[in-house]
């Protein structure tokens, strides 16, 4: 028999269900509005957005977002769950459709790649990068039409462009976009391009292009313009603040921060269009997150900027300290003014970042060396966590990219690319001058 107790706390429960939860989630921009000087809100502060951005009291009043390990929705009635699939009521139904986990990791990122600027956006979470970046382009492109993209994209990115879009009879057309002449003459003379694709900076030369330009360009030939912010991160740039149309990023990276988690995230400006064709799309090709994911996915993000701000400094000075070294031929940050995209770079991010290339004089050989000579930093692909790590792009990350390809967008035998990590600076660099000096 259920007691007055257990009666008092179901029905402040009920009262509160998932109706009402949903509701709260769904308007949480209400709640965490993204341009506080335009709102009641106390929330001025990039970091505070990082924190509280998105959330929602639980209605059993868990301070941190709860992992919602269900795959299923209940409905109060069979009306109810007839209302829900056909859009006449919100409400959550299957969790590949969306969770209350994932949702508030969504609104926390468009939270954040949309603060100060005023703007309307919609998140939807994917189970990897690679997941978000095949509904951008699976709900954008059809036969016939064509992709404009750079050199030096990730190697996923790359195969999906260059491999899987020619099947579907979508032709990627890949220049250097850095000469904002040529990506016009591209534009202007080829009516079959539909969108702009760009990766700022690049993986893994770190090569930027201008967004604001390109962005400019691709409004006035009325072609849809998508950005990776994964490198960046929304605390380092802003891609919507330049006219980007869609931002996508790899979440297992800097946002997660811990390398505890696989994900990903679609962000776009039109939010009819990604709460109508796109989510649809999105939900068809089940590339859907989990709630575990999202949870640590959360947890992550509240120390983003605090991670941000030494991942930047400590690369700084590893940047400086391998330009000047006598083993290194070339080193690849936009922090260094000898870097051809510097003030590029400096106009559009608040820092450098935290990813870096060197490219060793003695090639390949020299590269297996020095990576097996590492004893603190890590050797392993991946970005984005608090710790070091090294791989040698020509091998792992892009092995599936042609070598004339890697040769020409600067991805050489020598070259190791660089995640910058939390560590002490001291450290960092001890470990690699140790790890370099046969090779001086």
């Known amino acids: 028999m259920k007691t007055a107790k257990f009666e008092k706390a179901f029905s402040s429960f009920t009262d509160s269900g998932p109706d009402k939860i949903r509701t709260q989630f769904i308007n949480m921009d209400k709640n965490f509005p993204t341009d506080p000087s335009t709102s009641n809100s106390p929330l001025t502060g990039w970091s505070s957005v990082a924190v509280h951005g998105g959330h929602i009291q639980d209605p059993m009043y868990a301070h941190q977002v709860p992992i919602y390990a269900s795959s299923t929705y209940v409905f109060d009635s069979a009306e109810q769950g007839m209302r829900r699939f056909d859009g006449k009521e919100e409400g959550y139904i299957y969790s590949r459709w969306g969770n209350p986990t994932m949702t508030e990791a969504e609104a926390k990122i468009t939270a954040l790649e949309t603060f100060q600027l005023g703007i309307e956006a919609k998140g939807i979470l994917h189970a990897s990068g690679m997941a978000a970046i095949a509904t951008l382009l699976l709900a954008n492109l059809k036969p016939g039409d064509k992709i404009l993209s750079h050199y030096s994209l990730y190697g996923g990115t790359n195969e999906i462009i260059s491999k899987v879009l020619p099947g579907l009879q979508i032709t990627p057309v890949i220049a250097d976009l850095r000469n904002l002449s040529l990506a016009e003459d591209l534009m202007k003379s080829d009516p079959q391009l539909k969108m702009l694709y760009l990766e700022t900076p690049a993986n893994p030369t770190i090569q930027c292009v201008d967004l604001e330009a390109l962005c400019g360009l691709a409004k006035k030939y009325k072609l849809i313009t998508a950005c990776d912010n994964t490198f960046a991160t929304p605390y380092l740039q802003q891609p919507f603040k330049h006219g980007v149309d869609f931002i996508v990023h790899s979440t297992t990276k800097f946002l997660n921060g811990h390398g505890t988690a696989i994900g990903g995230i679609l962000l776009g ?100 060396g020095f990576m097996n000579r590492l004893q603190m930093c890590v050797r392993t692909v991946s970005l984005g966590t608090c710790d070091t790590l090294l791989s040698h792009p020509a091998s792992m990350t892009h092995y599936s990219v042609p070598k004339t390809e890697k040769e020409k967008y600067g991805i050489t035998d020598g070259l190791i690319r660089m995640n910058t990590g939390i560590e002490n600076i001291q450290d960092i660099i001890q470990d690699l001058d140790q790890a370099l000096k046969p090779f001086s």
């Open 269 to 368: 400006r039109d939010v009819a269009l990604m709460n109508g064709p796109i989510t649809k799309l999105h939900r068809t090709l089940g590339g859907n997150s989990n709630s575990f994911d999202a949870f640590l996915l959360i947890q992550g993000m509240k120390t983003l900027e605090v991670r941000m701000e030494r991942h930047c400094h400590n690369a700084m000075e590893v940047a400086g300290y391998l330009e000047n070294h006598p083993a290194i031929a070339r080193v690849n940050y936009t922090g260094l003014a000898s870097h051809p995209d510097h003030a590029v770079a400096m106009k559009q991010m608040r820092h450098p970042g935290a990813m870096l290339s060197f490219e060793l004089k003695g090639g390949l050989q020299a590269g297996i």
